[in-house]
């Protein structure tokens, strides 16, 4: 069976460190891969996401960046993390169809809990 | 402006009693999927549903999507305390190549 891990769980780090969060899929090949960020109770933004290794799509322009050294391999980075980057942030894959992939189900990690300081 | 509202953004009840969510937009969806995600998890999938006046039922819960494929209703009967959570509507907009588009969210809270 697939699984998703992501990891750190919660992470504090003080205004202008950097920052790097991993996400790996096993179980599966060729995933579509996601980042997303959540507010409080809110809904997703999409950050990123990618249809194979070192391919990146950005959804919002920000001091954000995503790298996907791997097939099954997804990191998201800052070099310089600002009080708003805080929140919870979700990696997700998906299953890659030719056509239209972007209906297919996500299935997610369970979150990192980033506090900038 | 958020092309998936959703309502009620918060609604508490007691056990037993029904309720309903609305996930609405005036966009046409080729898809749209319904997900349930409890505190410091991720969300679960826990429908899609692809055709306009589909119902689908999951035990206690009955989606429906609009027959203009614009809007989507979760139902669910007889709540428990174990249904509470934060319901998403996700939506694939029609005709287009962009990803999911998520809704605002629905925090429900069923007390026992």
């Known amino acids: 069976s697939q699984t998703i891990h992501q990891w750190p769980a919660t992470l504090v780090q003080p205004v202008g460190s950097p920052l790097s969060l991993e996400c790996t899929v096993e179980?599966?090949?060729?995933?579509?891969l996601y980042w997303y960020r959540q507010a409080a109770g809110r809904g997703l933004q999409l950050l990123f996401y990618?249809?194979?290794?070192?391919?990146i799509s950005s959804e919002v322009p920000q001091n954000l960046s995503a790298s996907r050294p791997q097939d099954r391999q997804f990191i998201l980075s800052s070099k310089k993390l600002l009080l708003s980057d805080s929140g919870f942030y979700l990696c997700?894959?998906?299953?890659?169809?030719?056509?239209?992939?972007?209906?297919?189900?996500?299935?997610f990690g369970n979150g990192t809990r980033l506090t900038v300081t | 402006t958020q092309l998936l509202e959703q309502s009620p953004q918060f609604l508490s009840i007691q056990e037993g009693e029904n309720l309903t969510v609305y996930c609405n937009s005036s966009?046409?969806?080729?898809?749209l999927q319904w997900y349930r995600q409890e505190p410091g998890e991720g969300p679960v999938l826990l429908v899609t549903?692809?055709?306009?006046?589909e119902v689908k039922k999951l035990k206690r819960l009955t989606f429906q999507f609009g027959d203009a494929r614009k809007d989507s209703s979760l139902h669910i009967t007889a709540a428990q305390p174990g249904d509470t959570g934060l319901y998403l509507c996700?939506?694939?907009?029609?005709?287009?190549?962009?990803?999911?588009?998520f809704g605002s969210g629905t925090q429900l809270t069923v007390l026992p």
């Open positions: 990618s249809v194979g290794i070192g391919q």
């Open positions: 179980g599966t090949s060729n995933p579509n």
């Open positions: 966009s046409v969806f080729s898809s």
């Open positions: 549903v692809v055709t306009g006046g």
């Open positions: 996700a939506g694939a907009l029609s005709g287009s190549a962009r990803q999911l588009t």
């Open positions: 997700a894959w998906s299953v890659r169809r030719s056509g239209r992939t972007y209906n297919s189900p996500l299935h």
